[in-house]
């Protein structure tokens, strides 16, 4: 009896020999190379797949076709020389295969050259020279079915004649030769004439070409024949130009760049082909190609939605794409395209409820059978399906398992409205596409949990919320970088501070990383710290500097700290290799102020960090920002600063909201960028202030209760109130005179009909208030007539030692 991984190997040979009969004869050699690889990636599964040919003189291997994805996704180069110990190398001298797997990858000699080795790589040999090289992201590598599969394709490669791949000295009617040194380009009369130009008026510059092609296609077409892109893998599009009557016309280009070496420049070859009788095929390598190509740079499960239906849709003229990820037994669509409602079936609008509805396996069986097989399924127009699939394609449906390896990424279903016939060829499109995006699949939503994960350890590191100031208001914006999975080091914070001062700080570290973001943290903390103990900003700065040399890192924190007095309007700030804050007065005039700066925290231990003042008027707009928002590859940090500042004096102060979602909006986003912004409003009540220094006299706190009279009464004070202040205070300051040595200070503030008494002495060490009092107890009740007779009460660091304070309501 056979067993079913016998069958199920048999079957798939049998499959791939009968594709390779179905290859015309009369096929170009390099179009017939390029089809045999294609059928590699359907019937192994593989990734990738490529063969090298023997250079002129034999002592190398040249690429001479590839196809899927990217050979820089996997390592793969251009050449490899027979004399090294490279897998090409070696299948090619010892005539066996070469199956290797992440760990004997890791032995290999280019191994420090692979961007990752989490693959599986098979070498062949052919039979006239060179090697086939595969490339699986399977985790268990090439199986038996894939092996024999592989096999049996490398006895049909065939590599074209050397002269049809890099001699242009005769060139074909279509095909043309670019020096990637000089832009001078060979072209052929037949291109020639497809461009409508005379051979003779040609000037043989690329640029007179390019000129012809129109704007929406110029891009596309610049990124196919630069060599950055054509060294990793060929290209092939379809592009539009115009013509001398104003009507376009679609060409094809196919094109491979070609290693410059001994004294030659590197080349790009190709052909130009009329493109308008083949763009109702989807028979042709090139849309597997943009396929793979779309799919290797789609970072998130939307972005591989979206590639897919825009390889798919058009050039299969189908009505309509859905793709869905498979959790559990659930189906959750990502991508449904057309997306309005009324495009699909009504079952889907009313059981679906959602934008991007989910929906149970279990409730199309016909779906569910696909994704156990793992097969693709194709339904003619009338096959009786389950009314949630039938409606979907009325006139034919395409159910595509997308298989990872040895799970279930997901489904795609395509969809005709009117009767829909499936070629051979078309089916091979469809199996091909789908083992593509599985793998795509898998790493995207691979990307989406970690870029989730960064997200949440970003924000987790930021302040949830900003404080509510007083005589200000104060917003911050955050904008994570779009490039990568990567943890920004930026970061903002608002400190409250004793008598109506306000810290704000704004910082960047070196890197995006993960340790960039736990010294983030960190600087953040420690800088917070060393503000509420209450020292000035250059010792905040000074402090958190020797911190950071401490801690021994390699990275370096750039900071700008701005102490803000709410009752005055004036500021000091310290520059820590940062950037200036720019100011935004009420008559709309902006200012970057001119100060010197400090070097970045980390770098050195003894550094000065020199204080700059500010002046604000109620109106004045304070905006700290960090080099994301005003420097790129494009724009210097002066011009950047220069155009923020013009950004600000055209906004509206009264929405700060709005002001800082503006700014956001010429973010350079491969960087990350914070944001502070506060206006500075001034208080509409300024507080009464009276400060008392008390002796160690025996009659200290007598003293300090008449400071407390006198000065209550000179500002209108009732006698009502007076004896619960004159406990408080006696009380406060009693405790400081018995537990502590040295100074202490007695500060009185009214604001309104609120009173604040604070008491400061050397001590840090914080009042215990007691659990419980015995009645023989002589001391100890006083905090807690503090607590019984204050509205608020707390302790606040000083520098040195602490201040212990509470808050009454005056009646």
């Given at each position: 009896?056979?067993?079913?991984?016998?069958?199920?190997?048999?079957?798939?040979?049998?499959?791939?020999?009968?594709?390779?009969?179905?290859?015309?004869?009369?096929?170009?050699?390099?179009?017939?190379?390029?089809?045999?690889?294609?059928?590699?990636?359907?019937?192994?599964?593989?990734?990738?797949?490529?063969?090298?040919?023997?250079?002129?003189?034999?002592?190398?291997?040249?690429?001479?076709?590839?196809?899927?994805?990217?050979?820089?996704?996997?390592?793969?180069?251009?050449?490899?020389?027979?004399?090294?110990?490279?897998?090409?190398?070696?299948?090619?001298?010892?005539?066996?295969?070469?199956?290797?797997?992440?760990?004997?990858?890791?032995?290999?000699?280019?191994?420090?050259?692979?961007?990752?080795?989490?693959?599986?790589?098979?070498?062949?040999?052919?039979?006239?020279?060179?090697?086939?090289?595969?490339?699986?992201?399977?985790?268990?590598?090439?199986?038996?079915?894939?092996?024999?599969?592989?096999?049996?394709?490398?006895?049909?490669?065939?590599?074209?004649?050397?002269?049809?791949?890099?001699?242009?000295?005769?060139?074909?009617?279509?095909?043309?030769?670019?020096?990637?040194?000089?832009?001078?380009?060979?072209?052929?009369?037949?291109?020639?004439?497809l461009f409508g130009l005379d051979p003779d008026d040609f000037d043989g510059k690329v640029e007179t070409l390019l000129s012809m092609t129109v704007p929406e296609d110029l891009p596309s077409l610049m990124?196919?024949?630069?060599?950055?892109?054509?060294?990793?893998?060929?290209?092939?599009?379809?592009?539009?130009?115009?013509?001398?009557?104003?009507?376009?016309?679609?060409?094809?280009?196919?094109?491979?760049?070609?290693?410059?070496?001994?004294?030659?420049?590197?080349?790009?070859?190709?052909?130009?082909?009329?493109?308008?009788?083949?763009?109702?095929?989807?028979?042709?390598?090139?849309?597997?190609?943009?396929?793979?190509?779309?799919?290797?740079?789609?970072?998130?499960?939307?972005?591989?939605?979206?590639?897919?239906?825009?390889?798919?849709?058009?050039?299969?003229?189908?009505?309509?794409?859905?793709?869905?990820?498979?959790?559990?037994?659930?189906?959750?669509?990502?991508?449904?395209?057309?997306?309005?409602?009324?495009?699909?079936?009504?079952?889907?609008?009313?059981?679906?409820?959602?934008?991007?509805?989910?929906?149970?396996?279990?409730?199309?069986?016909?779906?569910?059978?696909?994704?156990?097989?793992?097969?693709?399924?194709?339904?003619?127009?009338?096959?009786?399906?389950?009314?949630?699939?039938?409606?979907?394609?009325?006139?034919?449906?395409?159910?595509?398992?997308?298989?990872?390896?040895?799970?279930?990424?997901?489904?795609?279903?395509?969809?005709?409205?009117?009767?829909?016939?499936?070629?051979?060829?078309?089916?091979?499109?469809?199996?091909?596409?789908?083992?593509?995006?599985?793998?795509?699949?898998?790493?995207?939503?691979?990307?989406?949990?970690?870029?989730?994960?960064?997200?949440?350890?970003?924000?987790?590191?930021?302040?949830?919320?900003?404080?509510?100031?007083?005589?200000?208001?104060?917003?911050?914006?955050?904008?994570?970088?779009?490039?990568?999975?990567?943890?920004?080091?930026?970061?903002?914070?608002?400190?409250?501070?004793?008598?109506?001062?306000?810290?704000?700080?704004?910082?960047?570290?070196?890197?995006?990383?993960?340790?960039?973001?736990?010294?983030?943290?960190?600087?953040?903390?420690?800088?917070?710290?060393?503000?509420?103990?209450?020292?000035?900003?250059?010792?905040?700065?000074?402090?958190?500097?020797?911190?950071?040399?401490?801690?021994?890192?390699?990275?370096?924190?750039?900071?700008?700290?701005?102490?803000?007095?709410?009752?005055?309007?004036?500021?000091?700030?310290?520059?820590?290799?940062?950037?200036?804050?720019?100011?935004?007065?009420?008559?709309?005039?902006?200012?970057?102020?001119?100060?010197?700066?400090?070097?970045?925290?980390?770098?050195?231990?003894?550094?000065?960090?020199?204080?700059?003042?500010?002046?604000?008027?109620?109106?004045?707009?304070?905006?700290?920002?960090?080099?994301?928002?005003?420097?790129?590859?494009?724009?210097?940090?002066?011009?950047?600063?220069?155009?923020?500042?013009?950004?600000?004096?055209?906004?509206?102060?009264?929405?700060?909201?709005?002001?800082?979602?503006?700014?956001?909006?010429?973010?350079?986003?491969?960087?990350?960028?914070?944001?502070?912004?506060?206006?500075?409003?001034?208080?509409?009540?300024?507080?009464?202030?009276?400060?008392?220094?008390?002796?160690?006299?025996?009659?200290?706190?007598?003293?300090?209760?008449?400071?407390?009279?006198?000065?209550?009464?000179?500002?209108?004070?009732?006698?009502?109130?007076?004896?619960?202040?004159?406990?408080?205070?006696?009380?406060?300051?009693?405790?400081?005179?018995?537990?502590?040595?040295?100074?202490?200070?007695?500060?009185?503030?009214?604001?309104?009909?609120?009173?604040?008494?604070?008491?400061?002495?050397?001590?840090?060490?914080?009042?215990?208030?007691?659990?419980?009092?015995?009645?023989?107890?002589?001391?100890?009740?006083?905090?807690?007539?503090?607590?019984?007779?204050?509205?608020?009460?707390?302790?606040?660091?000083?520098?040195?030692?602490?201040?212990?304070?509470?808050?009454?309501?005056?009646?």
């Amino acid at each position: 009896m056979v067993g079913k991984g016998a069958a199920e190997r048999g079957t798939r040979t049998l499959r791939a020999e009968l594709a390779l009969k179905t290859l015309a004869t009369d096929l170009d050699p390099r179009e017939r190379l390029r089809r045999v690889l294609e059928l590699a990636l359907v019937f192994s599964g593989a990734t990738l797949a490529a063969v090298y040919a023997p250079s002129e003189n034999g002592d190398a291997l040249h690429l001479a076709e590839s196809a899927g994805l990217p050979r820089k996704l996997y390592g793969l180069r251009d050449s490899y020389p027979l004399s090294g110990g490279s897998p090409a190398a070696d299948a090619h001298r010892s005539g066996r295969p070469l199956w290797l797997g992440p760990e004997e990858l890791s032995r290999c000699a280019d191994a420090r050259r692979l961007p990752s080795q989490d693959f599986s790589l098979a070498v062949l040999p052919l039979r006239d020279g060179g090697c086939l090289a595969s490339v699986s992201e399977n985790p268990d590598g090439f199986g038996s079915a894939d092996r024999e599969c592989l096999a049996l394709l490398a006895e049909a490669v065939v590599c074209p004649p050397r002269a049809e791949t890099e001699d242009t000295d005769d060139l074909p009617g279509s095909s043309f030769s670019l020096a990637m040194d000089t832009g001078h380009v060979e072209v052929g009369d037949e291109m020639l004439e497809l461009f409508g130009l005379d051979p003779d008026d040609f000037d043989g510059k690329v640029e007179t070409l390019l000129s012809m092609t129109v704007p929406e296609d110029l891009p596309s077409l610049m990124s196919t024949v630069e060599p950055d892109h054509m060294s990793v893998d060929e290209r092939e599009l379809e592009f539009r130009i115009l013509g001398p009557t104003g009507g376009q016309r679609w060409l094809r280009l196919r094109a491979r760049l070609l290693p410059g070496g001994e004294g030659r420049p590197a080349r790009l070859v190709g052909t130009v082909s009329d493109a308008s009788k083949l763009r109702s095929g989807v028979n042709d390598v090139a849309r597997v190609q943009r396929l793979a190509s779309a799919l290797a740079t789609a970072g998130t499960v939307r972005d591989v939605g979206r590639a897919v239906v825009a390889a798919l849709r058009q050039p299969l003229q189908a009505d309509r794409i859905a793709l869905a990820e498979l959790e559990g037994d659930r189906l959750v669509v990502t991508v449904l395209d057309p997306p309005e409602p009324e495009a699909w079936p009504e079952l889907w609008r009313t059981e679906w409820r959602s934008e991007w509805p989910d929906a149970p396996v279990r409730a199309m069986p016909t779906l569910a059978a696909a994704l156990s097989e793992g097969r693709s399924a194709i339904w003619p127009a009338g096959a009786p399906l389950e009314p949630a699939l039938a409606e979907v394609g009325p006139g034919g449906l395409a159910v595509l398992p997308l298989a990872a390896g040895v799970r279930m990424a997901g489904a795609c279903l395509i969809g005709w409205d009117a009767p829909h016939e499936f070629g051979p060829e078309e089916r091979a499109l469809l199996t091909a596409a789908a083992g593509l995006t599985g793998q795509a699949l898998v790493r995207a939503h691979a990307f989406d949990a970690e870029h989730e994960l960064i997200g949440m350890l970003q924000r987790s590191l930021l302040p949830r919320r900003l404080p509510r100031l007083p005589g200000a208001v104060a917003v911050a914006r955050y904008l994570p970088t779009t490039s990568g999975l990567e943890v920004g080091g930026d970061w903002y914070d608002v400190i409250p501070l004793p008598e109506n001062h306000v810290a704000l700080v704004i910082g960047d570290v070196q890197g995006h990383n993960a340790s960039a973001a736990t010294l983030m943290g960190q600087m953040r903390t420690a800088l917070r710290a060393y503000a509420i103990e209450g020292h000035p900003p250059d010792v905040v700065v000074s402090h958190a500097n020797r911190l950071l040399m401490d801690l021994e890192t390699d990275l370096f924190v750039t900071c700008c700290y701005v102490d803000i007095d709410m009752e005055e309007g004036s500021a000091w700030y310290v520059r820590a290799g940062h950037l200036p804050p720019v100011l935004r007065h009420p008559d709309g005039r902006t200012e970057v102020p001119d100060s010197e700066g400090g070097p970045p925290l980390g770098v050195v231990t003894q550094a000065d960090f020199p204080m700059s003042p500010l002046r604000l008027q109620p109106g004045t707009i304070v905006a700290l920002t960090t080099d994301g928002l005003v420097e790129s590859v494009e724009v210097d940090i002066e011009d950047g600063l220069n155009r923020l500042a013009s950004e600000l004096a055209a906004s509206d102060p009264a929405h700060l909201g709005l002001v800082a979602d503006g700014l956001l909006t010429s973010a350079n986003r491969s960087d990350d960028v914070a944001l502070l912004l506060m206006r500075y409003d001034g208080l509409a009540t300024r507080p009464l202030r009276e400060s008392w220094t008390v002796w160690r006299v025996p009659e200290a706190v007598r003293h300090a209760r008449r400071f407390t009279r006198r000065t209550l009464r000179t500002w209108g004070v009732s006698d009502d109130g007076m004896d619960a202040v004159l406990l408080v205070v006696s009380e406060l300051v009693t405790n400081a005179l018995v537990h502590t040595d040295g100074q202490v200070r007695l500060d009185l503030t009214r604001i309104n009909h609120r009173l604040r008494i604070a008491v400061a002495d050397n001590s840090p060490r914080t009042p215990i208030k007691p659990t419980s009092i015995g009645w023989e107890a002589t001391g100890g009740r006083g905090i807690l007539l503090v607590e019984a007779m204050s509205a608020a009460w707390g302790t606040l660091p000083v520098s040195g030692g602490k201040q212990v304070w509470c808050e009454l309501a005056l009646g």
